[in-house]
């Protein structure tokens, strides 16, 4: 059974249609990137994803006893967030918060659930620190393992490695990877950049208003749109 399914889907933003008769379907363990121009519907599927805007059209389906609250979530970083006054592990453990129910602590499987996911992503050492005083890659790393802490099945990022260097950008692609090849968490992952996309992903979604493609890397290559846009790429 897929854990996500999308049948015809349409999404309007503010009366425009961006996304026009979508399907498509992941399995646990793939690896998505959602590719296009801007304006071209990627963060508003993602949105109509977590049930954060309604849909024009169509059907999304969570399978395998998936639920929008266990979904990891990596937004687009706001100017405002990268100085947000909290420390690494009240970031981190916040992930919990949908697990919590009407509950005004946190369990001592929460915190160890935390604990873990800040091992894994390499930013332990940095529990006690002050987010806002982080790089811009360990700002990231700490959100990703805020996201962990929502789930051990699927993650949707938004841009995540916008503003990053490319080592730090080149870090978190590896983590990314880490996490699906290994813990066979499902990414679906939205990029600007289409050549790094073929390289990181087992899946594209190219969006256009219609999707253009959607189906494996190495057949997006070999499809007009690929071939198209990553020419243009190479030119940019």
């Given at each position: 059974m897929?854990?996500?399914?999308?049948?015809?889907?349409?999404?309007?933003?503010?009366?425009?249609?961006v996304v026009d008769h979508l399907?498509?379907?992941?399995?646990?363990?793939?690896?998505?990137?959602?590719?296009?121009?801007?304006?071209?519907?990627?963060?508003?599927?993602?949105?109509?994803?977590?049930?954060?805007?309604p849909?024009?059209?169509?059907?999304?389906?969570?399978?395998?006893?998936?639920?929008?609250?266990?979904?990891g979530y990596l937004p687009q970083q706001t100017a405002r967030q990268r100085d947000f006054p909290a420390g690494v592990q009240e970031i981190v453990l916040s992930g919990c918060l949908n697990r919590m129910g009407l509950r005004p602590f946190y369990s001592t499987k929460e915190k160890?659930?935390?604990?873990?996911?800040?091992?894994?992503?390499?930013?332990?050492?940095?529990?006690?620190?002050?987010?806002?005083e982080l790089s811009g890659g360990q700002?990231?790393?700490?959100l990703l393992a805020r996201a962990l802490c929502a789930t051990q099945s699927m993650l949707l990022l938004d841009e995540p490695v916008a503003g990053l260097d490319p080592l730090a950008t080149a870090e978190f692609y590896r983590l990314i990877a880490e996490l699906n090849r290994e813990d066979?968490?499902?990414?679906?992952?939205?990029?600007?950049?289409?050549?790094a996309a073929?390289?990181?992903a087992s899946h594209i979604l190219h969006l256009s208003g219609e999707p253009l493609f959607f189906g494996s890397a190495q057949a997006y290559r070999e499809s007009e749109a690929g071939r198209r846009f990553l020419k243009e790429g190479s030119h940019a």
């Open positions: 897929a854990l996500l399914t999308c049948e015809g889907v349409s999404l309007r933003y503010d009366r425009v249609t399907s498509f379907s992941l399995s646990r363990g793939d690896y998505l990137c959602v590719v296009g121009e801007n304006g071209s519907g990627k963060s508003s599927l993602v949105k109509a994803i977590l049930g954060l805007m849909l024009a059209g169509g059907t999304i389906r969570l399978g395998e006893g998936l639920r929008r609250s266990h979904i160890h659930r935390a604990a873990q996911a800040m091992e894994r992503l390499g930013v332990y050492g940095m529990r006690r620190e002050s987010y806002h700002q990231q790393r700490v066979q968490v499902t990414i679906l992952m939205i990029s600007h950049d289409i050549d073929v390289t990181c």
